[in-house]
């Protein structure tokens, strides 16, 4: 029982280190993905679908929510 305990413990611990050294990744994630719609939306014309599947459809980038 006391090795399950410790086992959750390193699991929670390893959880909130990668939140913590992930979260400044997601705030650049968003905000180029805020910069990138509005400059293809506003500057070329293209409709929001065709920008999210064309442009911001990579790993990261398809994670933010991108919203007009």
């Known amino acids: 029982m006391k090795f399950l305990k410790?086992?959750?413990i390193l699991i929670?611990?390893?959880m909130?280190?990668?939140?913590v050294v992930n979260y400044p990744k997601l705030k650049l994630i968003?905000?180029?993905?805020?910069?990138?719609m509005a400059s293809r939306y506003f500057l070329t014309?293209?409709?929001v679908k065709a920008i999210n599947v064309t442009d911001?459809?990579?790993f990261l980038t398809k994670l933010a929510k991108t919203i007009l």
């Open 30 to 36: 968003s905000s180029f993905t805020a910069k990138n």
């Open 6 to 8: 410790m086992i959750g």
């Open 45 to 47: 014309g293209r409709s």
């Open 16 to 19: 909130v280190a990668v939140a």
């Open 56 to 58: 911001n459809y990579e």
């Open 12 to 14: 929670f611990f390893a």
